[in-house]
């Protein structure tokens, strides 16, 4: 199964900003909306943002107006930047795409990229 490979992690201080890249193998990465989800140990995974195939984007709200994702299939990669972060952001992020009928998962998990917001 595809597997999605997220990059662009690392230790930023609180304030700081870092952009998030995640590449998807395939040749119809164009037709599926697109999510990046972040899990903290001994929580669940949670969604953070949100792109669908036309560029309409929804956002949790504890990062409205500090996260933008974006994505270029020219590249079969969708992008998260995050600006203004907070010790709370400090998350595994993972991207994927789900099927909204059957909410299947269209790509197995990847590792992950870890972001760390500490001072």
């Known amino acids: 199964q595809v597997q999605p490979v997220e990059s662009g992690g690392g230790l930023v201080q609180p304030g700081g900003s870092l952009t998030l890249s995640c590449a998807v193998p395939?040749?119809?990465?164009?037709?599926?909306?697109m999510a990046w989800y972040r899990q903290v140990p001994g929580k669940q995974r949670e969604l953070v943002a949100r792109?669908?195939?036309?560029?309409?984007?929804n956002y949790a709200d504890s990062v409205k107006g500090r996260f933008t994702i974006s994505r270029d299939n020219t590249k079969n990669t969708v992008y998260l930047q995050m600006n203004s972060l907070k010790p709370e952001d400090t998350a595994v992020y993972y991207c994927?795409?789900?099927?909204?009928?059957?909410?299947?998962?269209?790509?197995?998990w990847g590792q992950g990229t870890q972001v760390t917001v500490s001072s």
């Open positions: 994927n795409s789900q099927n909204p009928t059957s909410t299947a998962w269209r790509y197995s």
């Open positions: 395939g040749r119809i990465f164009s037709i599926y909306g």
């Open positions: 792109i669908s195939s036309i560029n309409i984007t």
